[in-house]
């Protein structure tokens, strides 16, 4: 090259060096750098011979379905291309692969080793002989969200390649982060060489015009934040002021003699979760400190609920979560079966009335908010509302309940809970541009990226053979509230 960075670090020893003049000489250096892996191309062959696992994952890394002629029996021609114009008109990085039986294709390693040969972070589907195999990497869609999936469309559609894969496609479309990746809107070309490209120009971005990024993304996400704030604030007081009035109506008197000590710890409990709720909004700056005020709420109506009961002589109540529906109806009693407009069937937890409702043939009395498109279920409102929800029911389970709504999408992303993160403060972060983007995170593979064999094989060691899978089970059931 022209320009090394030895020769940069030489010239700054011994006197002062503008930072512009360093950072632009350096974005020379970098720019060459770039230009020679772009040209110079990948360094090897994608191992594997023709029908082998290297031809389906240069098929993959071109196109979203691969189906081995040999398997053509199980998803036509017309049904993969009708599944990869489905995936390319959602923009999510999901791959899908037909496979036979077959000694070149082992259902122990092959899931594993097929994102290890694509290179690409994406949601990985594999119907292989009789066998359905998924994994994702965990910023495109967690581990639990995946298994969960997976469990849903394989007892639904077990027997049907087609419609489990479409199924599979449908759902993973709605959770996945990130893009499609840049090889798909090509007529060919290499893997490797685009994710050379797409890696030196990832390290120029960085190092040129870093800390320009972190300043214009603290700020969109300082006014992001502020913004979603404000309308998680009219709901969450609504929530309040209903508990609020819970507690007057009560009509208990602590000094009365048929009050005992459990009895007055319970409602003194139960009014300081009021205080503490009231405490935590009035202090909230950001949309995830709401999630302290819904678990402070949720804490309250538990200890009121436990009050009821000792004072009607009643069994005392076991600790479930909330309604599904409406977290305000308190403490659920059941799980019923319930799936959202066109999607798939799960069990939720129900108060009384609901749960009655649902038997009759009606709808639930649902929760809904102000949304730009008028009133909305919460779980279809936005990405606001995922602090909101997750102090109600916990980020783990609900993200398996919201499967295939907005809502369930948004938290099953990676971070949704943390402290730091994408998303968060804590560092460079960043902050979410106007396409819902982390600039912070350019330096970490996204969906759709290029990140060649560096990912966690646990995330692609799942699947379901002819009829179960290990890394399945009770994901839904009562026992896990």
């Not at 419609?163 to 990130?178: K, S």
């Not at 079966?337 to 609901?354: I, Q, T």
Request: charged share 20%; with cysteine.
């Amino acid at each position: 090259m022209g320009v090394s960075l030895t020769s940069l670090t030489r010239a700054s020893r011994g006197r002062s060096v503008p930072l512009p003049a360093l950072l632009g000489a350096l974005l020379a250096a970098l720019l060459v750098a770039a230009f020679t892996l772009v040209v110079a191309g990948p360094a090897h062959a994608a191992s594997g011979g023709a029908g082998g696992i290297g031809a389906v994952a240069e098929a993959l890394r071109k196109s979203p379905v691969y189906v081995d002629s040999r398997a053509s029996s199980q998803l036509s021609s017309s049904e993969a291309a009708a599944l990869a114009k489905k995936i390319k008109d959602a923009g999510k990085p999901v791959f899908v692969a037909v496979l036979p039986a077959a000694p070149e294709f082992p259902p122990q390693t092959f899931l594993n080793d097929l994102r290890t040969e694509v290179g690409i972070t994406g949601v990985y589907a594999v119907h292989l002989g009789n066998g359905f195999y998924t994994g994702a990497d965990p910023q495109v869609m967690p581990r639990r969200a995946v298994v969960n999936l997976t469990g849903a469309v394989q007892r639904s559609y077990g027997s049907d390649t087609a419609a489990l894969l479409n199924n599979f496609v449908d759902q993973a479309d709605q959770q996945a982060q990130g893009h499609i990746p840049d090889s798909w809107g090509t007529s060919g070309g290499s893997g490797g060489g685009s994710g050379a490209a797409i890696a030196a120009g990832v390290v120029v971005v960085g190092a040129g015009g870093g800390y320009m990024l972190y300043r214009r993304s603290r700020k969109r996400k300082a006014e992001r934040e502020r913004a979603e704030l404000e309308s998680l604030r009219a709901v969450v007081d609504e929530d309040i002021t209903a508990f609020g009035e819970e507690l007057d109506r009560l009509d208990f008197t602590p000094s009365a003699l048929t009050s005992d000590d459990a009895m007055r710890q319970d409602y003194t409990h139960a009014l300081d979760c009021y205080d503490r709720a009231k405490a935590a909004m009035a202090a909230a700056r950001r949309p995830e400190d709401v999630k302290q005020v819904t678990e402070a709420l949720e804490d309250g109506r538990f200890s009121l609920a436990t009050l009821e009961a000792r004072r009607s002589g009643a069994p005392l109540p076991e600790r479930r979560l909330p309604c599904f529906f409406d977290p305000r109806h308190g403490p659920s009693v059941r799980d019923v079966e319930w799936a959202p407009p066109g999607g798939v069937v799960r069990s939720v937890p129900s108060c009384a009335a609901d749960a009655a409702r649902l038997a009759d043939g009606q709808q639930p009395m649902t929760r809904t908010v102000q949304t730009a498109s008028g009133p909305q279920p919460y779980w279809d409102a936005g990405p606001a509302y995922a602090p909101w929800a997750g102090g109600y029911f916990g980020g783990g389970l609900l993200s398996g309940l919201l499967v295939g709504t907005l809502l369930g999408s948004v938290m099953s992303a990676p971070y949704t809970y943390a402290d730091t993160g994408p998303g968060f403060d804590g560092g460079f972060d960043g902050g979410w541009d106007g396409d819902g983007h982390d600039w912070g995170d350019a330096h970490v593979p996204q969906g759709g990226d290029y990140s060649g064999a560096d990912f966690n094989p646990a995330d692609f060691s799942g699947g379901f053979g002819d009829g179960g899978s290990d890394d399945f089970g009770g994901d839904f059931g009562g026992g896990d509230w």
